[in-house]
């Protein structure tokens, strides 16, 4: 072990763990304001109950991600200064675009919302969760154009003086193809969680909450339930897109999704496969006929290329001395990881607004512990494709500019190293505690009660507090 396997090691585990908040805070933010709108245009006051009760989820998850997400900028310049310098011009660009626009335009809009129930007309006071939730999206945008350059550089010409990148388009850079899928599937992926949490939440307390908060936890299983139904068909969609934008620019991924050695024509999928460890012997496997080619290009028929060919070619191109090919065993089974968990969501959702359809309130005890998984099962499948999608890129921190080897800090020693692994491993495990026991807390405490409209002279009076509605 060196200070490279163990940058790698923290830069990874920090990231996995940061993105356990991100797609809720993504999801709960616009389905938050949904509730909101409906509210808006109903008055029922169901929705304003929902909306303050998933409100006040989402500002905990909210908080905890961006204490997780500080860290990962200083990594950059702690770990992986020479991948810093390489790269900062460009990658630096979008950091700065997401803090100084996205990020800004979300947290000055939640705390609007946050402290202006009572004193913002109620349309004024609308518009800044909507603005507090286009600002998580666009934030997500950017850093997903970030670690696309990381997939696929454009937008950028090589300094033969300073041996960096210098960004020479930022539309190249923003219309990044595989930007352009990854953002829906990534987007849909945050819906899907957001959703499944709902559905876990609201039947939890339709089997034992207060009667009478089950007719509007009933609307909340019925609601999230429906999302993460619609959700995983986007995922799905969008994931069909982004494996074709995959293949043509990283076909070595590809190949290792399927442990595909050797280049194939009318190429399958396998479900699952008995032997070697690196897949290159097999004793059985399930596999679905022609279906890798159809991911990769769209036609059944089409030649997917294989390790042992782009192992070649990369070596041609790129030099000899590395072998091209990610670990095999990390990429073919995050890649099925997380579409099973995927779709293990997608088919608990159902189940739920199965019980719950025509006014039911299910007393299947089982459904109730399955249904509980439902958070989980989502932020599983984000967790996988991440993984998949990291890991698949490897040897490349650049993909065919930089090797991962040559962008970590050389003045950082192993037991440096070791030091700040250990110590934000042991952080992060805490904040976890924090985290899950909050959400718990809240989660459990049901409905809020609802103050009682402030008349106008009230509204107008400047010496009131603002209200904290949490």
Not at 10 to 39: E, K, R
Not at 167 to 175: D, E, K, R
Not at 372 to 398: C, D, H, K, Y
């Amino acid at each position: 072990m060196d200070a490279l396997d163990v940058a790698r090691w923290q830069f990874g585990v920090t990231t996995v763990y940061h993105f356990l908040f991100v797609p809720l805070t993504i999801g709960l933010s616009l389905l938050v304001a949904i509730m909101q709108t409906v509210w808006y245009r109903t008055r029922d006051e169901k929705w304003l109950r929902l909306t303050k009760f998933f409100g006040k989820l989402f500002l905990i998850n909210f908080a905890m991600g961006i204490v997780t997400g500080i860290v990962q900028e200083f990594q950059f310049g702690m770990n992986w200064s020479d991948y810093s310098r390489f790269v900062g011009d460009v990658f630096g660009s979008l950091l700065a675009i997401e803090a100084l626009v996205a990020f800004f335009l979300e947290s000055t809009f939640l705390g609007l919302w946050i402290f202006g129930w009572e004193k913002l007309p109620k349309r004024i006071h609308l518009a800044t969760i909507w603005a507090a939730s286009i600002g998580t999206i666009l934030s997500m945008y950017f850093i997903l154009a970030a670690n696309s350059f990381m997939q696929n550089p454009v937008g950028f010409h090589l300094n033969p003086d300073t041996g960096r990148a210098e960004l020479n388009s930022i539309g190249a850079l923003l219309t990044n193809k595989v930007t352009l899928v990854t953002f829906p599937h990534t987007f849909f992926g945050a819906l899907m969680t957001a959703g499944g949490l709902i559905v876990a939440v609201a039947l939890w307390h339709l089997y034992r909450g207060r009667e009478e908060q089950k007719d509007t936890f009933r609307t909340a299983v019925t609601f999230g339930g429906w999302v993460t139904l619609i959700a995983t068909a986007g995922v799905l969609i969008s994931g069909d897109f982004q494996g074709k934008i995959m293949t043509e620019v990283q076909p070595m991924k590809m190949a290792a999704a399927e442990g595909l050695y050797e280049t194939t024509s009318s190429a399958p999928l396998s479900i699952l496969t008995i032997g070697s460890l690196d897949g290159s012997r097999e004793v059985f496997a399930i596999t679905v006929p022609n279906l890798l080619s159809w991911l990769g290009k769209g036609d059944i028929h089409a030649e997917i290329e294989g390790i042992n060919n782009l192992q070649e070619q990369y070596t041609a191109q790129y030099g000899a001395g590395v072998n091209y090919a990610p670990i095999i065993p990390v990429t073919y089974w995050s890649f099925r990881m997380m579409i099973f968990f995927g779709l293990a969501a997608a088919g608990v959702a159902l189940l739920a607004l199965w019980f719950t359809r025509g006014g039911r309130t299910p007393t299947y005890k089982p459904l109730l512990w399955l249904t509980l998984t439902l958070p989980l099962l989502p932020l599983a499948a984000n967790s996988f494709g991440w993984i998949f999608t990291e890991m698949g890129r490897q040897p490349w921190i650049v993909f065919g500019e930089m090797l991962t080897r040559d962008g970590v800090s050389r003045s950082v020693s192993l037991a440096e190293v070791l030091t700040s692994f250990t110590t934000f491993t042991l952080l992060y495990a805490a904040l976890a505690v924090v985290e899950v026991k909050l959400l718990l807390k809240y989660a459990k405490a049901g409905l809020p009660e609802l103050d009682p409209e402030p008349t106008d002279d009230e509204k107008n009076d400047d010496s009131r507090p603002l209200a904290f509605a949490y």
